[in-house]
């Protein structure tokens, strides 16, 4: 069964400037610690990415994963969902961007997580908030060191 988690932090930084660095795949080994590696499969006509394949350390060891990204209701929304993965038998999630006011946004990682091997909900649930809540760090970090 899923585990689904959801997590907020605010960034001093408008929406728009949040929204570049989540997109800006070719440069996530730059501020994305756990990441090992990453290649931009598929780009649409823009440009953007929207197949992605990952490696990344986890649950002590290294995971394969490939998402798919859904730019219809961007900017304000990024949506991915997993095309494969070895440890993970679905990793679905989103970011969401609102702006609080003139200088900061508030982000939300909603993410849903099913691990191919059985595991407690209740570490897998852990391991959701976890993933998460790294991953906002880090992007705040990356975001508000470029501003």
Do not use: C
């Not at 649950?59 to 730019?71: A, H, I, P, Q, V």
């Not at 990682?109 to 790294?134: C, G, K, M, N, T």
């Amino acid at each position: 069964m899923a585990q689904r988690a959801t997590q907020s932090i605010v960034v001093a930084a408008v929406p728009s400037a949040v929204y570049s660095v989540v997109v800006d795949f070719d440069r996530y080994r730059e501020w994305v610690s756990d990441l090992k590696s990453i290649d931009v499969t598929e780009r649409d006509a823009d440009g953007r990415a929207l197949e992605v394949a990952f490696r990344a350390a986890a649950f002590g060891r290294s995971t394969k994963y490939r998402l798919r990204y859904d730019y219809s209701r961007a900017p304000a929304l990024l949506s991915w969902h997993q095309t494969e993965g070895d440890v993970t038998e679905s990793l679905n999630g989103s970011y969401s961007f609102e702006a609080i006011d003139d200088a900061s946004t508030r982000v939300t990682y909603d993410l849903e997580v099913e691990l191919a091997v059985p595991v407690p909900q209740f570490i897998q649930h852990r391991s959701a908030q976890r993933v998460q809540r790294h991953a906002l760090v880090e992007l705040k970090r990356r975001v508000e060191s470029l501003s």
